[in-house]
């Protein structure tokens, strides 16, 4: 038998996969360098000090690392080679955060990445409209507000709202794709669509009137939850096992940490400083994004790098370390005033997310190392004598 090459399809993706390798290690570096600058802010000892680092953290983390995550997917769900232009600004405007050059390179360049992820979505549109890809639209649009208010000078507590939003329409666009499968009414498009609309006049709002805008926000914020806790199927996969439950219990978990922040917003009026803001900060980007970002990595992180992600128990372990984690930071901590709690929960915080990303690395390199295994043993000759061939398709192979 002569042993079976890759595919030239398989070697294509592959190659593929290898190449947007250094986009996402540009991402996975901003995500370090956030943690690291949450070391800084928690007055603990931290790997990399600086006096801009901490400055820095909050764009670091959402158009420095996810951001470009969302740039990568959309870029690589476009083809061609253009559209990762996004991502490589992103990703770099991102890591010259680190760096000693002044400040107006990186905002621009994050600006730009801004824009091109925006052009992204209305070639998206030209191929197909959809109420999912408006929402993810409003959210690319602002993060180049948020990018360009930045860059205007606005310190990052004014431009919060638009980071929020830049990343919750994203994934709500998403949800909603999902939602659709089910056969979804009209009727929830339009529900949906008016949520998002609230959504986007609530974060205008909070920059000319920031009271009356914090409380549009919030309400539209609880809106949007509650059309997700309705519409999506994450309820349905709760009573299954395996990955379906895992993604399911993080979709739900996630959908309350957006609704807490929803209700401080809509409760308590701006927030700008203090343990509120804190309390709200870490409930959108670390409740709710971190723990989609948890529930949809077993199936992006395929699609990007081609190699496999299988699920393992441990990924729960880190996703239920984050969540409680974070209770204990946030509503024990910040709304209750106990310090200590804060910042054990913030340190646990950062193990968390730590713990899912070594495990995720390690669960993938295992399962590319097994196919690899795999792929040798059955194309490898069998000698005479010693029964029938088998071909790569044969159920008798080791998977």
């Not at 992204?120 to 507000?145: D, E, I, K, N």
């Not at 009414?185 to 669509?193: C, G, K, N, R, V």
């Not at 959908?255 to 870490?282: M, S």
């Not at 723990?291 to 299988?310: F, G, N, Q």
Request: glycine share 10%; hydrophobic share 55%.
């Amino acid at each position: 038998m002569t042993p079976a090459a890759p595919t030239a399809p398989a070697r294509a993706a592959r190659r593929a996969g290898t190449r947007r390798a250094p986009l996402l290690l540009a991402a996975g570096l901003c995500l370090l360098a956030g943690l690291d600058a949450a070391l800084v802010l928690l007055g603990l000892p931290a790997p990399v000090t600086g006096d801009r680092l901490p400055k820095v953290h909050g764009m670091l983390l959402v158009l420095g690392f996810a951001g470009t995550l969302v740039a990568l997917e959309r870029a690589v769900a476009l083809g061609g080679r253009r559209p990762y232009l996004a991502p490589a600004c992103l990703g770099s405007g991102g890591l010259l955060l680190l760096t000693p050059v002044g400040l107006a390179l990186p905002k621009l360049l994050l600006v730009a990445g801004s824009a091109a992820l925006t052009a992204l979505y209305v070639r998206f549109w030209h191929r197909q409209p959809s109420a999912a890809l408006l929402a993810q639209a409003a959210g690319a649009v602002s993060a180049l507000g948020a990018a360009l208010l930045w860059l205007g000078g606005l310190d990052i507590p004014r431009v919060l709202p638009w980071l929020v939003a830049f990343l919750v329409l994203t994934i709500a666009g998403e949800r909603l794709e999902l939602a659709r499968v089910g056969a979804l009414a009209p009727s929830a498009e339009q529900t949906f669509l008016g949520c998002v609309g609230a959504v986007v006049t609530g974060v205008v709002a909070t920059l000319m009137w920031p009271a009356t805008g914090a409380l549009l926000l919030g309400a539209a914020l609880l809106s949007l939850v509650a059309w997700l806790v309705v519409h999506d199927v994450a309820r349905r996969l709760l009573r299954s096992t395996g990955l379906p439950r895992f993604t399911a219990a993080c979709l739900l978990a996630g959908y309350t940490w957006l609704g807490l922040a929803g209700a401080l917003w809509l409760l308590t009026g701006p927030v700008a400083d203090g343990t509120r803001y804190d309390a709200v900060v870490h409930a959108v980007f670390l409740g709710f994004v971190m723990s989609m970002i948890m529930a949809h990595a077993p199936v992006i992180l395929p699609a990007v790098l081609r190699r496999p992600l299988p699920y393992h128990p441990a990924l729960a372990v880190a996703a239920w370390l984050l969540h409680l984690s974070l209770a204990l930071r946030v509503v024990i901590g910040d709304l209750r005033g106990v310090e200590g709690a804060w910042r054990l929960g913030a340190v646990l915080n950062i193990a968390a997310v730590l713990l899912f990303v070594l495990t995720a690395a390690t669960a993938s390199v295992t399962a590319t190392r097994r196919a690899s295994a795999a792929t040798r043993t059955t194309s490898r000759p069998r000698p005479a004598g010693t029964g029938a061939a088998t071909t790569p398709d044969d159920p008798r192979n080791p998977r």
